[in-house]
């Protein structure tokens, strides 16, 4: 979270030293952003468990959660006109996954990265200096070098752990606020996505011993600069 709010407290900067002036311009916009990826994680639905398992769980409530990260972004932005444009985004985000209820802090994900896929369409009012603006799109979470946590192989006999990629939806808003007469802006944008993919858990014979279903459903925090040309 400390490099979001050091971004912010840049852009906040940027718009004390500059004159405003009119975000109207090229076709193109490229930002580049710290952004805080904040996950939800909860556990939506137990699909599948192991007998054995499910009777060394009698009686035992649980629950997980996803650990939050910060990283670099790149948004593109095409605009069709100075109302409509279309955007995508590019990062790499990683996280692991806890117990709680009685396992918390339990270790069942060490590690999972994660491509948030995105496109939006986003529609910019005028409203002066400042250019608010709203979007909503399809997203793709890609996962990919999935590893179970220790507490997993311990508890469960797990030594592989595959999650899901899974498609959802992207709530956006945010604003833009010229800096320069030259395309350059400084930007604060938020996403809600709503996404459910599955973590598989099997042995090394390649028995499925657990599936669950989760809300990863993660806030998605951005501040930086961009330029349109």
């Avoid at 499910?54 to 009686?59: I, K, N, R, V, Y």
């Avoid at 959802?168 to 709503?194: E, R, T």
Wanted: some cysteine; aromatic content about 8%.
């Amino acid at each position: 979270m400390k490099a979001y709010f050091a971004a912010a407290g840049f852009a906040v900067a940027a718009l004390a030293s500059q004159p405003a002036a009119a975000a109207d311009g090229g076709k193109i916009q490229v930002k580049v952003m710290a952004t805080a990826v904040l996950p939800d994680g909860k556990i939506d639905k137990v699909e599948s468990m192991d007998p054995a398992i499910a009777t060394a769980l009698t009686g035992v409530t649980f629950d997980t959660t996803a650990n939050d990260n910060v990283v670099p972004t790149i948004a593109a932005e095409y605009f069709v006109n100075d109302a409509i444009s279309v955007e995508t985004i590019c990062c790499l985000t990683s996280h692991h996954v806890n117990g709680t209820g009685d396992l918390d802090g339990a270790r069942l994900v060490d590690h999972v990265m994660i491509l948030p896929a995105t496109i939006t369409l986003k529609y910019h009012l005028d409203a002066g200096p400042v250019k608010p603006y709203v979007g909503v799109g399809p997203t793709v979470f890609f996962v990919i070098d999935e590893r179970p946590g220790p507490d997993a192989t311990t508890a469960l006999g797990a030594t592989r752990v595959k999650m899901s990629n899974s498609f959802g939806v992207a709530l956006q808003g945010g604003f833009d606020i010229p800096v320069n007469d030259k395309g350059m802006i400084v930007s604060l944008d938020a996403k809600k996505y709503f996404v459910k993919p599955t973590a598989s858990f099997y042995d090394a014979n390649d028995t499925l011993l657990l599936k669950t279903k989760h809300q990863l459903d993660p806030w998605v925090l951005s501040a930086g600069v961009g330029f349109r040309f």
